[in-house]
């Protein structure tokens, strides 16, 4: 059982590297940074904090669903 839990773990970092690499070879992570830029570019360290409230929606979501998929 812990095997299978360590491989899962493995398999997510992988996957989550290919993403990042094929988003910025399309050049689609370029854009969400230009896009985040005009959102909140003007506020004094807006991009941080957009990444601590995306973060805070996001993680518990995603906990659940590896919970139903575990």
Same mark, same amino acid.
């Given at each position: &059982?812990? $095997?299978?839990?360590?491989?899962? !773990?493995?398999?997510?970092? %992988?996957?989550?590297? @290919?993403?990042?690499? @094929? &988003?910025?070879?399309? #050049?689609? %992570?370029? =854009? +969400?940074?230009?896009? %985040?830029?005009?959102?909140? $570019? *003007?506020? !004094?360290? #807006? =991009?941080? =904090? &957009?990444? +601590?409230?995306?973060? !805070? /929606?996001?993680?518990? =979501?995603?906990? *659940? @669903?590896? &919970?139903? /998929? #575990?």
């Amino acid at each position: &059982m812990a $095997g299978s839990l360590q491989s899962n !773990r493995y398999t997510a970092v %992988a996957f989550f590297i @290919l993403a990042s690499s @094929l &988003m910025n070879t399309f #050049g689609i %992570a370029q =854009r +969400i940074f230009d896009f %985040a830029q005009a959102l909140v $570019g *003007h506020i !004094r360290g #807006g =991009r941080a =904090r &957009m990444e +601590i409230t995306c973060v !805070r /929606a996001i993680s518990p =979501r995603l906990s *659940h @669903l590896a &919970m139903l /998929a #575990g």
